[in-house]
Nanobody
Framework: QVLLVESGGGLVQAGGSLRLSCAAS????????MTWCRQPPGKQRELVAG???????SYVDSVKGRFTISRDNTKNTVYLQMNSLKTEDTAVYYC???????????????WGQGTLVTVSS
């Protein structure tokens, strides 16, 4: 069984910073792409940032220059450093990872349970 567990969410004032973490555990042979998505209240889930196994990063335009995604492959963990937070960044943040449990398995997408980020004005 594979689990993704996010942490680091909370309440912060606009202009502040938070660092989210997401650790994968269980039967893991390999992790491919890892991403952070978010779902603002009353809105659809959107992709925020992604990072490949080789370290290539991508971001949605609204967070470019403010958020940084990184990963530690030795810890099966992905991070999201969020700076200059805005009220519109308020959302439940979810991590996602493509994981193969055994050598010959296909990669399957796994989701964490989400962590709430609230940015106050």
């Amino acid at each position: 069984q594979v689990l993704l567990v996010e942490s680091g969410g909370g309440l912060v004032q606009a202009g502040g910073s938070l660092r989210l973490s997401c650790a994968a555990s269980g039967n893991i042979f390999s992790i491919n792409a890892m991403t952070w998505c978010r779902q603002p209240p009353g809105k659809q889930r959107e992709l925020v940032a992604g990072i490949t196994s080789g370290g290539r990063r991508s971001y949605v335009d609204s967070v470019k220059g403010r958020f940084t995604i990184s990963r530690d492959n030795t810890k099966n963990t992905v991070y999201l450093q969020m700076n200059s937070l805005k009220t519109e960044d308020t959302a439940v943040y979810y991590c996602n990872a493509a994981i193969a449990e055994r050598r010959w398995d296909s990669y399957r997408e796994r989701w964490g349970q989400g962590t709430l980020v609230t940015v106050s004005s």
